[in-house]
């Protein structure tokens, strides 16, 4: 996996869009997400970048800027065993309308209106195994409700297993 973390952390992508509204790009952090799931998260504007970075075979950053202000950031690591509940605990402390939600696909959430931290566990591979995903929302897109996080978490129930899958980690 952490080969495969490498060579996806390696790509860029950048995503030009037109002047009538945000142009939606349909991937983030190279894997296939529904634009339906990722607009409404996105504020109005004329130009969409997307980049992704990572400094080890372990760790990949994704971002997401509309008019080079950053709406949304992912950091993904390789997880050999469950978190610490005070992990968990920071989590539903950071984030605004954050609390423990079922999510689709094996792995346990907090989900806030402008966050997230969730651990996907890995198939086929041993128990412990899994992706850490935290991610983080800014900007004027940011719902501090339970409806915020509900938008949140529909984008998420799409991402997460859009990226296990393209990691060769399939929930």
Known sequence: MAAVLACVATAAMTTA???EGTDVPGKFCGALVKK????????DGD???TQ???SAATEITCSLNVDGTRVLNSTIRTLDGPLAPEDWDTALSKYKNAKKR????PGTAVIGADGARITAKCQDAAPSDSLLFNIDL????????QAGATKLQKFLEDYVPAMTKQLDCTT
């Open 36 to 43: 339906s799931a990722l607009s409404p998260l996105l504020p």
């Open 138 to 145: 800014f900007g004027s897109q940011v719902e501090n409700s």
């Open 52 to 54: 992704q970075d990572g």
């Open 102 to 105: 079922h999510v689709s696909f």
């Open 17 to 19: 869009c037109s002047s």
């Open 47 to 49: 130009e969409v970048k």
